[in-house]
C-alpha cells in the first residue's frame, strides 16, 4: 500500500519477482487484493471531510468570550426595549411594536439560556408584555 498525501489510501503494483517468490514464508498481495483497498480509500475520503466538517462546527460555535460578548449584546437590546415600555407607560401608553419588539427579543435571549433563573426572568417578561398586550387589545375592542 502507499499513502498519497491527500488522495488517501492507493495500492501499488508489487514487483515482478516478489509475488511467489518463497512458498511457505512472506508473500505479498497480489493484485485482486487491490478491491480490498477500496473500501479504505473511501473510509480515508469521508474521514478527510469529516474532518472539515468539525472544523467548520467549531468555528461557529466560537469562544466563551464571543458567547458572553453576544449574550450582553442580546441582553442590551431586551434592556433597551424595556427601557422604551418603561417611557412609554410613564407616557400614558404603550407602543404594541415595543412590546412585539420586546416580546421577540426575549425568545432570541431564550434560545441561548441555560441558567433556570434567566428562564424565570424571561418567562416574568414575556408573560407581563403578553398581559400589556391583551390590556391594549382590549382597550381597542371596546372603543
Known amino acids: 500500500m502507499k499513502v498519497n498525501g491527500s488522495n488517501g489510501v492507493g495500492s501499488t503494483a508489487a514487483p515482478r519477482g516478489a509475488v511467489g517468490a518463497a512458498v511457505g514464508g512472506f508473500s505479498l498481495p497480489s493484485l485482486s487484493d487491490a478491491a480490498d483497498t477500496a473500501p479504505a480509500a473511501r473510509l480515508a475520503a469521508t474521514v478527510g471531510v469529516g474532518s472539515i466538517d468539525a472544523l467548520l462546527a467549531l468555528q461557529e460555535v466560537g469562544s466563551p468570550l464571543e ?77
Open 67 to 143: 458567547r458572553r460578548r453576544k449574550a450582553v449584546r442580546r441582553a442590551g437590546v431586551i434592556l433597551d426595549v424595556l427601557d422604551e415600555v418603561k417611557l412609554s407607560l410613564l407616557d400614558g401608553g404603550v407602543p404594541p411594536a415595543a412590546l412585539d419588539r420586546l416580546m421577540a427579543a426575549v425568545r432570541l435571549e431564550r434560545g441561548g439560556a441555560d441558567d433556570p433563573r434567566l428562564q424565570a426572568l424571561l418567562d416574568e417578561i414575556e408573560t407581563r408584555a403578553a398581559v400589556e398586550m391583551a390590556k391594549i387589545e382590549m382597550a381597542r375592542a371596546a372603543a
